[in-house]
């Protein structure tokens, strides 16, 4: 299955897409970061960050999307912009019919290196080392988006089947 | 001008749309509620309103668009949903290219009663008065969303010309 990880964010929204199934080798397809200019008006930095994400939906076709849940105990303003960026992101895979999950941050932290409170520095070192690259993943700050996109291969792709035939299902009703 | 505004949720968006110009007569065009329902998964749910919001503009084809402006005083838990819901409304006017403003609930409550802390009653009340209808806006909770449509109008039409200018620049460059 192939995976895009999204940890959303207005400035900067790391994207990382991730080839891999719960037991197999994991292989690195594209990382990146989606940029939008804090001077804008929100109006164009969210359809800009949209355009970002449906030219890499196009380039790379995954089977799901992961994205970040937005953590309440955040600083409340930090929130508001990162739950605007993730909105983009969760709609741009459900308007395709992905399955879309959102994982938090720890459970991401958890499922690469076994700790939920693990430091960026080890985050990045699992992902270089899961994923068998030559050095760690640039740019660094996208290792997150890695870590979801894994996190999400290896809680299989049951709870994904569900939340697809969830998408269906809704499509149909409304 | 004709302006709609959206008071952003993902249970029940508000959404009025409001035609007038700074010093004339103010005119109902349409008042509703778009509903997604809690039950169903986020990506349901942002596409829901997305495709409601979409249905209202091919309909009512506004100049622009006016959202409320998410309070970071609120609860952290409803400012996510709300920011959400905010950022599709966002995404659906730039995308069309119509200038986006956004006005704090303070704002909007001003600029129909006078009184930034003026509370429901009375906001719908100077709604009903000011539209000149014959009964309070149904569904009642959406008179939130006319108040923001209205507090636009009258906050004029420069700002919206240069919001639109923006948008077009932003477009342009990327």
Do not use: Y
């Not at 964010?9 to 804090?38: E, F, M, N």
């Not at 994205?67 to 895979?93: D, K, L, M, P």
């Not at 690469?112 to 740019?139: I, Y």
């Amino acid at each position: 299955m192939r995976v895009l990880g999204v940890d959303p964010g207005l400035t900067r929204c790391g994207v990382g897409v991730v080839d891999g199934a719960p037991g197999a080798p994991l292989k690195l397809v594209s990382v990146g970061v989606i940029r939008t200019s804090p001077g804008d008006e929100i109006g164009v930095r969210l359809i800009g960050l949209e355009r970002g994400l449906e030219e890499l939906l196009d380039a790379v076709h995954p089977d799901a999307v992961a994205v970040e849940r937005v953590f309440s105990q955040h600083n409340v303003t930090t929130v508001i912009g990162t739950a605007q960026a993730g909105a983009i992101a969760i709609a741009c895979g459900a308007r395709r019919g992905l399955p879309v999950a959102l994982h938090t941050p720890s459970e991401a932290k958890a499922a690469v290196t076994g700790n939920g409170r693990a430091d960026k520095a080890q985050v990045t070192a699992m992902v270089t080392r899961l994923l068998r690259l030559d050095a760690p993943p640039k740019p660094a700050d996208a290792a997150d988006a890695l870590a979801l996109a894994i996190c999400h291969v290896w809680r299989g792709g049951a709870q994904a089947r569900i939340e697809a035939a969830r998408i269906r299902q809704g499509r149909t009703r409304q």
